[in-house]
């Protein structure tokens, strides 16, 4: 896979800012971007453009990072898929680095919901650079509380 250039800042269209509320973490390590590219049915496709603060020495994307990335996708898309508009906690979350990630990347995430329950969001998604696979997880989210504006797709998307 080649290396996009690290001035590249470039983002793929239909991708906006998420956005978190008041989110401090989130905030330093993002924007992270988002759209619901499979349409109608709520799944979330999120990205980032990977900089040099996401990154080890090694100049490949660190893997705390791409862990923060994969929870994100994993609470964030089991909210929007299943249209429950409540917050989201991880219960597990578990990955398979496939491939290093380098600086400058665009990499982008999708999750597929494969069983909802009223107490659990059972889910796994891939993260892909340039078309090749890097990073698979499954992850299981626990709604929290009662279905909110705070908590709904016109929240992430504006």
Same mark, same amino acid.
């Given at each position: 896979m080649a290396q996009a250039p690290a001035e =590249?800042?470039?983002?793929?269209e239909g991708f906006v800012p998420l956005a978190f509320g008041d989110n401090p973490f989130v905030d330093s390590v993002g924007p992270l971007l988002g759209h619901a590219a499979e349409g109608r049915d709520g799944r979330l496709v999120m990205g980032l453009r990977v900089e040099r603060r996401h990154?080890?020495?090694s100049g490949f994307c660190h893997g705390g990072m791409l862990m923060s990335?994969? =929870?994100m996708l994993v609470v964030v898309g089991s909210n929007l898929q299943t249209g429950q508009d409540?917050?989201?906690s991880t219960v597990s979350l578990s990955a398979d680095f496939?491939?290093?990630v380098p600086e400058g990347?665009?990499?982008e995430g999708r999750l597929e919901v494969l069983r909802a329950t009223r107490n659990l969001?059972?889910?796994q998604g891939l993260f892909r650079v340039e078309g090749a696979p890097v990073l698979r997880v499954d992850g299981i989210a626990k709604p929290i509380g009662d279905a909110s504006p705070a908590h709904s797709a016109k929240r992430y998307f504006g």
């Open positions: =590249d800042r470039s983002v793929p990154c080890s020495p990335l994969a =929870d409540r917050f989201m496939l491939a290093p990347a665009w990499i969001v059972f889910s």
